[in-house]
């Protein structure tokens, strides 16, 4: 049986009555995350008057003890990344998926809910994208010719 033993000379040093240090893991920006701020830039940029858009942070990694106060104050699985609400207080929900991304079955079903209800409901893979549907539902104003 291999049994490896840490190097104590690479060990951190804890003093008495001070915390050892933490490992923290590096962040990293995904496609969708770069996608996503994109989005907003150029929503922030031209939005229509009285219009709110705001992202839901669903998702990323955190501790089981965060994940469990997000579950118990009302995480909804597979709500979408992004939200707009209008002047006359409708909401429009779009998802953001990086070009060969897919949806998950929580996903699928706020989708499927959404759009029963005729509420609007898009996936997007380009700020393109974002920007024709928002410019349909009047959410932005169009570029100045």
């Given amino acids: ?5 840490p190097d104590p000379r690479k060990l951190p040093i804890k003093r008495p009555g001070e915390e050892p240090p933490k490992r ?19 929503f922030e940029a031209r939005k229509a008057p009285d219009t709110l858009g705001f992202s ?18 009302g995480q909804m699985p597979g709500i979408t990344d992004l939200v707009f609400i209008n002047l006359f207080g409708l909401a429009f929900f779009m998802e953001v998926k990086a070009k060969r991304g897919s949806l998950r079955p929580e996903q699928k ?3 499927d809910w ?6 609007p409901w898009v996936v997007v893979r380009s700020v ?8 349909k539902n009047k959410l932005i104003a169009p570029l100045a010719a």
Avoid: F, H
């Fill in 109 to 111: 079903g706020v989708r």
């Fill in 128 to 135: 393109a994208d974002a920007e024709a549907w928002l410019l």
């Fill in 24 to 42: 923290l893991k590096r962040v990293r920006g995904t496609p969708e995350d770069d996608l996503q701020a994109g989005i907003v830039a150029m």
């Fill in 1 to 5: 049986m291999n049994v490896r033993i």
């Fill in 114 to 119: 959404c759009l029963a209800r005729n509420i």
């Fill in 56 to 73: 839901v942070p669903n998702g990323g990694y955190r501790s089981w003890k965060a994940a469990r106060t997000m579950k118990r104050t």
